[in-house]
């Protein structure tokens, strides 16, 4: 038991779980009980009878939208927040072990007395993806996977309710913290099957992370946990539904289908709209607005704010062009259906004359019948009539992206098909 | 080589291209191309005999080596082997994506024929 003194002047006793997380206070209030998340932040405060509730962005910065940070409101004069630090009354700084954190800008205000030992950037938190990683005390950020591993390991001790496996789950993280990443998805259905409700955005990204799950199959994580799970509160399905829309932003981004996706984004709830701008390469911040003015505002003016935002993200797709490498086309466009391949209209072998982005558009890439692929490829590495001795493909070479592209569009019209 | 030997070999030539194109086997394809150039040649060496074989394939069964006929006589006979290559052209894979992009690059100079 540790004494404790608020700023504010109120004192109370803290207790500590086997695992070293915050586990109830004495004193101040009365007896509470601290609710840490698997992440290890402080998500509530209760007694018997009432609680307070908090919640986080991914950088640690109060999500709690009423008010700038809880700490200034908290009727128990709560001090431990993020990753179960002491925030400061009136800068909202968390003390994160060794250094100060300053949540609001994603980074710490001093050094890593480690040096670069701790990382590169000496001022960042969580190698700056705390999705993906955590720095509880300000030295040397460890995987958030590691807590994944860490949960699925204190269930594995034989803990039954969900309020335990947390603290297991908690005790688990912290001595397996330094995992690396060589366990198995079953280990990760443990999870699913047992996991805490409170924070799903934060899971299913840590999730997904941790198997390596492209955007748009983050879907599928959600709907698994949803049929493992007796819950069915609205989070789950919001979060579902962002996970399914931001996977449907993908495929729209790259068949260009702006006006759909402005259309789409003003009926959907806060959580998809952040999660489906963040999938059309919005940053985090832009995300985060579109979030809170899909969560705040209704009628005409929400409407026409996220309208112009999905047309400004859509436009700056499409001046990009398209993606860099085929795989992330394929990841967005999804399978090309049974029987079918992906063909590029002007060939890969021009990214030298053109670049990736160019090539690896939606608009330039059709679904055909896996034999007519092969035919057309074979078209390309052959003299024809009209070569001057060369391969269709060294003739075309010299040749504009446009004279390429209407080449290319003749083969394919020749065979009935039209993108 | 007699003028119905190049012939034969010309339409031979023409024949094995137009398959393996359309079955995708370009290495068929570029070795049938080699031969069918190698005979074209020797049919420009009969002259008149020549150019009167390449003229009778203009009504050849299979469009491929009609194709190449038109083509091969685009200097000699141009009206005719436009006339032929707008209809080529109009015919499915491979030989109408063939027959209109020789017509537009006649058209536009940049065809060399050999």
Redesign the interface.
């Known amino acids: 038991m540790i004494g404790f003194e608020a700023s504010s002047g109120e004192a109370y006793d803290l207790m500590y779980d086997q695992a070293g997380n915050l586990a109830a206070r004495d004193g101040f209030g009365g007896v509470l009980f601290y609710q840490i998340d698997w992440t290890g932040n402080v998500v509530g405060l209760h007694n018997s009878s009432f609680g307070e509730e908090y919640r986080y962005t991914p950088f640690g910065e109060s999500a709690n939208t009423a008010v700038a940070h809880p700490v200034s409101t908290s009727a128990w004069k709560n001090a431990f927040f993020f990753q179960q630090g002491i925030t400061e009354l009136l800068s909202f700084k968390t003390r994160l072990g060794a250094r100060l954190y300053d949540s609001r800008l994603g980074r710490f205000i001093s050094r890593d007395p480690l040096h670069e030992s701790g990382g590169v950037n000496l001022y960042a938190y969580g190698k700056c993806n705390p999705t993906k990683w955590q720095d509880p005390v300000g030295l040397a950020p460890f995987p958030l996977a590691g807590a994944l591993l860490g949960l699925a390991a204190g269930l594995t001790g034989a803990l039954e309710d969900a309020s335990t496996a947390q603290f297991g789950g908690n005790y688990g993280a912290r001595i397996t913290a330094l995992h690396e990443r060589d366990s198995t998805a079953e280990l990760m259905d443990v999870f699913i099957q047992y996991g805490p409700t409170a924070d799903l955005v934060t899971f299913v990204n840590g999730y997904s992370g941790f198997l390596g799950l492209p955007d748009d199959e983050k879907a599928d994580v959600v709907q698994r946990f949803y049929e493992t799970t007796d819950a069915s509160d609205l989070q789950i399905e919001s979060v579902r539904n962002a996970y399914e829309w931001a996977g449907e932003v993908l495929r729209a981004v790259g068949q260009r289908k702006v006006a759909e996706l402005a259309l789409r984004l003003t009926d959907l709830p806060s959580f998809a709209v952040e999660e489906g701008l963040k999938a059309m390469g919005a940053t985090p911040q832009q995300a985060s607005i579109g979030g809170f003015i899909a969560g705040t505002i209704t009628g005409g003016s929400l409407k026409k704010g996220l309208k112009e935002i999905a047309e400004e993200l859509g436009k700056k797709q499409a001046r990009g062009g398209g993606f860099r490498s085929f795989t992330a086309l394929k990841r967005a466009l999804g399978s090309a259906g049974s029987g079918m391949e992906w063909h590029h209209i002007v060939e890969r072998a021009q990214i030298g004359n053109f670049g990736a982005e160019a090539i690896h558009s939606a608009e330039n890439i059709v679904a055909v019948p896996v034999g007519i692929h092969?035919?057309?490829?074979?078209?390309y590495?052959?003299?024809?009539?009209?070569t001057?001795?060369l391969?269709v493909r060294q003739w075309l070479h010299s040749q504009s992206l446009d004279e390429q592209r209407e080449?290319g569009l003749?083969?394919l019209e020749?065979?009935g098909i039209s993108p | 080589m007699s003028t119905e030997n190049a012939r034969r070999a010309y339409e031979l030539a023409a024949l094995a291209h137009g398959a393996a194109t359309d079955r995708g086997d370009y290495l068929m394809a570029n070795e049938a191309y080699d031969n069918l150039i190698a005979a074209l040649m020797s049919l420009r060496q009969c002259q008149d005999l020549g150019r009167r074989a390449l003229t009778d394939m203009l009504r050849h069964d299979d469009a491929h080596v009609r194709c190449f006929a038109a083509t091969h006589l685009l200097p000699l006979d141009e009206s005719a082997s436009i006339r032929l290559l707008e209809e080529l052209a109009s015919e499915g894979p491979f030989v109408g994506v063939t027959a209109s992009v020789v017509l537009r690059e006649w058209k536009a100079g940049r065809l060399k024929v050999p």
Not at chain 1, 381 to 386: D, G, H, I, T
């Open positions: 092969r035919k057309i490829s074979g078209f590495s052959s003299k024809q009539a009209f001057n001795g391969t080449f003749k083969v020749n065979f």
